[in-house]
């Protein structure tokens, strides 16, 4: 199934060449790896993460709270050396504990599923941003170079190749676009200063 695809751009990009069309290079993957908004973003989700990740341990540490007083209400309940109302009452106090702790743990999966599903738009949200300001820089990078096509060279998956496996070196403007993309970054947090005076 892969040789399909790839002989389909191997045969556009021949027909390009052919065709006289000024066809430029850019390694994506690269790009956006090294665009600052890519390491703001990545520390962003890394935080956010760790704020849901600290609120489940949190609730972990209730759950021992309270399966340690279910269990310790329950031997209560079962020595004899107590009264019966004491039993009792150790009882109940078992049988609550044992229900806050069913509704605690139906609440933490809740919230580590609905906060799985946060995380995921999160991630894709700022990757589609990220990939609209690259796609914009790569637009006018290769209009100003003077390029009517722009092909990927990177590989979409560690370890395997590029669709464009072979073009001269002249044609990989992947620099001419991080530099740009990052022109930009300097400038950031003095705006932010700004806003703070």
């Known amino acids: 199934m892969k040789k399909i695809p790839f002989l ?10 052919g065709a006289g069309v000024t066809t430029g290079v850019v ?8 665009y600052y908004k890519s390491k703001i973003a990545e520390e962003l989700i890394r935080q956010q993460a760790t704020v849901y990740r600290n609120y489940l ?24 050396a107590l009264s019966a109302s004491e039993r009792q009452r150790a009882e109940a106090k078992a049988e609550a504990a044992a229900r806050a702790l069913a509704a605690q743990k139906a609440e933490a999966e ?13 991630q894709n949200r700022k990757r589609a941003e990220i990939l609209k300001d690259i796609r914009e820089q790569i637009a006018r990078s290769a209009a100003l170079l003077g390029y009517g096509f722009v092909l990927d060279c990177s590989g979409r998956v560690p370890g395997e190749q590029g669709m464009v496996l072979l073009y ?30």
């Open 57 to 80: 341990k949190r609730m972990e540490t209730e759950h021992a709270r309270l399966a340690e007083t279910a269990r310790t209400a329950r031997a209560a309940a079962q020595n004899v």
């Open 110 to 122: 809740l919230y580590a599923r609905d906060r799985a599903a946060d995380m995921r738009n999160l």
């Open 27 to 34: 390694d994506l993957e690269r790009i956006f790896r090294e």
């Open 8 to 17: 389909l751009i191997a045969l556009f990009a021949a027909s390009l060449l």
């Open 168 to 197: 001269p070196p002249g044609r990989d403007f992947t620099n001419h676009v991080i530099t740009e993309l990052n022109r930009n970054q300097t400038k950031a947090p003095a705006n932010k200063g700004n806003k703070n005076k």
